[in-house]
């Protein structure tokens, strides 16, 4: 059974940083590629960060050179650094067997419940 459970959001105040982790079973970096994605009330679920299965990152022009995106074992992460309040957000991690990660969230079989995070200004 594939689990993912996210932990580390937190209230921060702008300009501090964050350490996301999303603990998985039954995920092999291998097969499966892995995503952050966060949600706003009221907005669509957008992707921020992705690494497929041969280690190879993207991301949200909006995160670049603030996130950062790896994996080692069974653990996601994501190091969240110069937070601005345009971040809060509920963020999640999830997962799909592929090697390349798709754009969308719909293609994805696979979800955590999520970290709250929230920036203050």
């Known amino acids: 059974q594939i689990q993912l459970v996210e932990s580390g959001g937190a209230s921060v105040q702008a300009g501090g940083s964050l350490k996301l982790s999303c603990e998985s079973s039954?995920?092999?970096?291998?097969?499966?590629?892995m995503d952050w994605f966060r949600e706003v009330p009221g907005q669509g679920r957008e992707g921020i960060a992705s690494i497929d299965t041969d280690g190879k990152t993207h991301y949200r022009d909006s995160v670049k050179g603030r996130f950062t995106i790896s994996r080692d074992e069974n653990f996601l992460y994501l190091q969240m650094n110069n937070l601005t309040p345009n971040d809060t957000a509920r963020y999640y991690c999830?997962?799909?067997?592929?090697?390349?990660?798709?754009?969308?969230?719909?293609?994805?079989?696979?979800w955590g419940q999520g970290t709250q995070v929230t920036v203050s200004s």
């Open positions: 999830a997962a799909v067997r592929t090697t390349r990660c798709p754009l969308f969230a719909a293609f994805f079989d696979y």
């Open positions: 039954g995920i092999t970096s291998a097969h499966f590629c």
